[in-house]
Nanobody, 115 residues
């Protein structure tokens, strides 16, 4: 059974920081590149960052230098440290596999950045 459980979101002011966590099923986490995606209201999921099993990392240009993705293989958990947050970062953040997301998305965690 595939499961993603995201946490750590909240309401912060422009320039603030949050750390997101996502616990994933071991059968998924151990063998896949993991990624954080975000979905703003009325929009499709957007890839934010990805990290392979060998910790090769990529970021979308809009978050480079502000966000840091990491993974803890012992805990089957992927993290997203978000600094210097902007109002345009407001979205529901999900983790999933990359490049082919599993259809069983988790609930996600809401990030709201006030201006």
């Amino acid at each position: 059974q595939v499961q993603f459980v995201e946490s750590g979101g909240g309401l912060v002011q422009n320039g603030g920081s949050l750390r997101l966590s996502c616990a994933a099923s071991r059968n998924i986490f151990s063998f896949h590149t993991m990624a954080w995606y975000r979905q703003a209201p009325g929009m499709q999921h957007e890839l934010v960052a990805s990290i392979s099993t060998f910790e090769s990392i990529n970021y979308v240009d809009s978050v480079k230098g502000r966000f840091t993705i990491s993974r803890d293989n012992a805990k089957n958990t992927v993290y997203l440290q978000m600094n210097h947050l902007r109002p345009e970062d407001t979205a529901v953040y999900h983790c999933n596999t990359y490049p082919f997301p599993n259809p069983a998305w988790g609930q996600g965690t809401q990030v709201t950045v006030s201006s």
